[in-house]
T-cell receptor
Framework: NAGVTQTPKFQVLKTGQSMTLQCAQD?????MSWYRQDPGMGLRLIHY???????DQGEVPNGYNVSRSTTEDFPLRLLSAAPSQTSVYFC???????????????FGPGTRLTVL | DAKTTQPNSMESNEEEPVHLPCNHS???????IHWYRQLPSQGPEYVIH???SNVNNRMASLAIAEDRKSSTLILHRATLRDAAVYYC???????????FGQGTELSVKP
């Protein structure tokens, strides 16, 4: 099992450029999510998905789009990059959580994005 | 949403036990208490979770207060590799989302 993989590891963009951060998992997990982490701060939830075809917004969704066409993949799109989006981005996955149980989430190694 | 409060930082000596506290006074009856940690330059990793009873695994122990308004993560013998930011989290009870706070930065001295 590769677990949760993210590409690229590093990326530099100019303001206004678009790009897609890739996230894939091979554990057949239904739940996937994207976080960003700014220097010296905790992780903030951007978007999440509870299954293929279903996505929802987290704490800081503005400026980001997601889609979930397959169970394995959950790409994060920046439509028009801004310097405020300079951050480290983490993808995570788990079995489908519910209110009466709890599942461990697995995190990818992160993508370090700089927007000039 | 139930919220957690943790000290910003703690120090420990190598080979000694470490008790990392977390207050969650607004916890609901169905909220599990999760602990994750983040080593430098890595993504977070799961440590342990529990609901009411104390829990043990190969990494740590979780002691939960009887009223569930606080919990303590116990590392029985800290090593230099345990230096990390430790997050106490109550997954949002609709969907199990993990909402991270600031966590406790643990430093371990040799």
């Amino acid at each position: 099992n590769a677990g949760v993989t993210q590409t690229p590891k590093f990326q530099v963009l100019k303001t206004g450029q678009s790009m897609t951060l890739q996230c894939a998992q091979d554990m057949n997990h239904e739940y996937m999510s994207w976080y960003r982490q700014d220097p010296g701060m905790g992780l903030r939830l951007i978007h999440y998905s509870v299954g293929a075809g279903i996505t929802d917004q987290g704490e800081v969704p503005n400026g980001y789009n997601v889609s979930r066409s397959t169970t394995e993949d959950f790409p994060l799109r920046l439509l028009s990059a801004a310097p405020s989006q300079t951050s480290v981005y983490f993808c995570a996955s788990s079995r489908r959580p519910s209110g009466s149980s709890s599942n461990e989430q697995f995190f990818g190694p992160g993508t370090r994005l700089t927007v000039l | 949403d139930a919220k957690t409060t943790q000290p910003n930082s703690m120090e420990s000596n190598e080979e000694e036990p470490v008790h990392l506290p977390c207050n969650h006074s607004t916890i609901s009856g169905t909220d599990y208490i999760h602990w994750y940690r983040q080593l430098p330059s890595q993504g977070p990793e799961y440590v342990i979770h529990g609901l009411t009873s104390n829990v043990n695994n190969r990494m740590a122990s979780l002691a939960i207060a009887e009223d569930r308004k606080s919990s303590t993560l116990i590392l029985h013998r800290a090593t230099l590799r345990d230096a990390a930011v430790y997050y106490c989290i109550l997954p949002y009870n609709q969907g199990g989302k993990l909402i991270f706070g600031q966590g406790t930065e643990l430093s371990v001295k040799p």
